[in-house]
């Protein structure tokens, strides 16, 4: 005789588990629109006006163009959209950082390249959305998060 627990009868040791809603990741379309509409939003307001915005949106896990197409940014562990600090360095820092790589290899190749050193970095970083199959950045690796269509 065995007093191991039946199949039918739940084991009361095991502990509940709570799924977590899942989310539904933004679509490349969403991406590059998004990326389009900060830049167009940069320019028309010089700069200025889009930092201004962003220091409010990026509260909540979006920049302004994110809050307009209903994405957000969301920490990949939690499941939550992430803080105003991460959300700086998603959208500052990882942006500074590319855009002075792509500098420097402009500088070190005396301007033959033209913008060629910009755009391969932000194919190589855009591309990486496909390689996985994560629907992540290479940006989106370095500041563990994923972007999130909430509309």
Same mark, same amino acid.
């Given at each position: ?39 167009? /939003?940069?320019? /028309?307001?010089?700069?200025i006006g889009w930092l201004i915005w962003s220091l409010f949106t990026w509260k909540t896990g979006q920049s302004p163009a994110k809050k307009i197409l209903k994405i957000r940014v969301f920490h990949v562990e939690t499941n939550q959209p992430v803080t105003w600090g991460h959300m700086a ?23 033959? /390249?033209?913008?060629?050193?910009? /755009? ?32």
């Amino acid at each position: 005789m065995s007093w191991d627990t039946p199949a039918s009868q739940p084991n009361w040791d095991s502990q509940p588990s709570y799924q977590t809603p899942t989310l539904r990741l933004a679509s490349s379309q969403h991406r590059i629109a998004s990326w389009a509409l900060d830049t167009v /939003l940069f320019s /028309l307001t010089l700069g200025i006006g889009w930092l201004i915005w962003s220091l409010f949106t990026w509260k909540t896990g979006q920049s302004p163009a994110k809050k307009i197409l209903k994405i957000r940014v969301f920490h990949v562990e939690t499941n939550q959209p992430v803080t105003w600090g991460h959300m700086a360095i998603y959208e500052f820092l990882c942006n500074l950082a590319y855009n002075l790589t792509a500098a420097l290899i402009y500088m070190m190749t005396f301007g033959l /390249l033209g913008p060629l050193p910009f /755009l391969v970095l932000w194919l190589i970083d855009f591309c990486w959305y496909w390689k996985d199959g994560k629907k992540r950045t290479l940006r989106d690796n370095f500041v563990k998060v994923v972007v999130v269509n909430i509309a």
